[in-house]
């Protein structure tokens, strides 16, 4: 069984796509058959991967979503890249930002993720989608086929206060389109622990949702190396392996199988 796992926060720049890669990268180390899609016009999983220039690429979800909007099939393997750290991504571009406009006439928009899904699912053991930073139409349709929801939180004040609105849209979707979908849990990113004002957020986030919603134990170490690796193209095992991100990341990774396994 496929587990496919959206990283979703409307709010940039919180982690998303630094945690899709060393999620992703850390279950193919665990021996997981791992599929990454990118699902931000910014391509910054693409490009963290080491895809410098995603707009120069032949093929992308861009091309994948207009076969499944025409109703084609979409050929075995395509669009797919293979990493060298033995995972594999789909990859995106700008013109996704003009897929997302053009999804807006067609039938059943949020479910075209879905269909996609259903066909190369048999393929891999997880699936990790990274959404943009917005709740738009791309975000809606990885909800609508994923079965749980990781959400990254930057330990700071305003990204908290914008979880809000994102936990009302992953329940509209549970309701009307996805009942299956879960939170796989809130992740608490970029964390100084120098600092008595990361304490205080961590505490907070616990005590205004700890009690409906899974926060995940590990929190994600504010780390200079992390920052690093979106330009190195690789991962943090790969890049630091000996240092504090690479060692809670391992924990995340461990986290999740658990929670695939148990
Ligand atoms: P967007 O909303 O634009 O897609 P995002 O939520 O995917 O952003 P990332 O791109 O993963 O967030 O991270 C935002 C920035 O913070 C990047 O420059 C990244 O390198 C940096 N970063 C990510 N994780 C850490 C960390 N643990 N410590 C320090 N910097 C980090
Ligand atoms: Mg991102």
Redesign the pocket.
């Known amino acids: 069984m496929c587990k496919v796992i959206a990283i979703a ?1 409307q ?9 899709a890669v060393n999620l992703g990268i850390g279950l193919a180390e665990e021996g997981k058959r791992v599929l990454l899609v990118d699902a ?1 016009p ?1 391509g ?1 999983l693409s490009i963290s991967l080491g895809y410098k220039e995603p707009d120069k690429l032949d093929v992308t979800l861009v091309d994948i979503i207009e076969l499944l909007v025409n109703e084609e099939d979409v050929p075995a393997g395509y669009g797919v890249i293979h990493h060298k750290e033995r995972v594999d991504l789909i990859p995106s571009n700008i013109e996704l930002s003009c897929v997302e406009i053009s999804l807006v006439n067609v039938m059943s928009r949020e479910l075209v993720l879905r269909s996609f899904m259903e066909q190369v699912k048999h393929n891999y053991d997880v699936v990790i989608i ?1 959404c ?2 917005s709740l738009g139409v791309m975000t809606v349709n990885a909800l609508a086929c994923a079965d749980s929801v990781l959400i ?1 939180v930057q330990a700071a004040y305003l990204p908290v206060k914008g979880l809000q609105q994102l936990i009302k849209t992953i329940y509209t979707v549970k309701r009307r389109l996805n009942p299956k979908l879960e939170i796989e849990g809130i992740l608490l ?2 964390v100084d622990h120098r600092t008595n004002y990361a304490k205080e957020i961590v505490l907070e986030v616990n005590d205004a949702y700890g009690k409906t919603i899974p926060v995940f134990p590990i929190e ?5 190396r ?2 690093e ?2 330009q190195v193209g690789t991962s943090i095992y790969d890049y630091d392996p000996k240092g504090k ?1 690479a060692f809670a990341y391992t924990a995340l990774t461990k986290e999740v199988l658990n929670q695939m396994e148990g």
């Open positions: 926060n709010k940039g720049g919180v982690g998303k796509t630094t945690t931000d910014q910054s990274d943009m930073p990254p990113t970029m994600i170490p504010l780390s200079v992390a920052a690796i979106s991100a």
